[in-house]
């Protein structure tokens, strides 16, 4: 197996090389959630996705209109506002003026929270 600088290994399995990125192993994409979307419902992968982008597309909208998204045990999406502030570039320390703007943010809910706190718990065990 051999490590390169981007975290990535390269080992081989019946003379096929398989890179395995370290950073991404416990990351969900896009496709991959529709996969078990559709694998869970039964539904097609392209019903999933349809599914999927159309509760997306709603959370935005709401979000674009300044209201809540509340999914009751997962988490809140809401729009907070951040006030202008004087940040330092880190380049050439010249001081510089950051505007105030609208950000949106993510509350996770008491079962989602319970659950992680479940997997750390027996982890340490």
Same mark, same amino acid.
């Given at each position: 197996?051999?490590?390169?600088?981007?975290?990535?290994?390269?080992?081989?399995?019946?003379?096929?090389?398989?890179?395995?990125?370290?950073?991404?192993?416990?990351?969900?994409?896009?496709?991959?959630?529709?996969?078990?979307?559709?694998?869970?419902?039964?539904?097609? +992968? #392209?019903? /999933? !996705?349809?599914?999927?982008?159309?509760?997306?597309?709603?959370?935005?909208e709401q979000l674009s209109k300044g209201q809540k998204v509340?999914?009751?045990?997962?988490?809140?999406?809401?729009?907070?506002?951040?006030?202008?502030?004087?940040?330092?570039?880190?380049?050439?320390?010249?001081?510089? +003026? #950051?505007? /105030? !703007?609208k950000v949106a943010k993510f509350k996770a809910g008491s079962n989602l929270l319970a659950k992680k706190?479940?997997?750390?718990?027996?982890?340490?065990?």
């Open positions: 197996m051999r490590h390169f600088k981007n975290n990535s290994y390269i080992c081989s399995e019946k003379q096929k090389p398989i890179i395995i990125n370290i950073l991404t192993q416990n990351t969900m994409n896009k496709t991959e959630l529709v996969n078990a979307m559709a694998e869970k419902t039964g539904m097609t +992968k #392209v019903a /999933a !996705k349809a599914a999927m982008n159309a509760c997306f597309t709603t959370i935005q509340s999914l009751i045990g997962f988490g809140t999406f809401s729009v907070v506002e951040r006030k202008a502030r004087t940040a330092k570039n880190p380049q050439t320390g010249e001081k510089v +003026k #950051v505007p /105030a !703007k706190a479940a997997k750390k718990a027996a982890k340490k065990k």
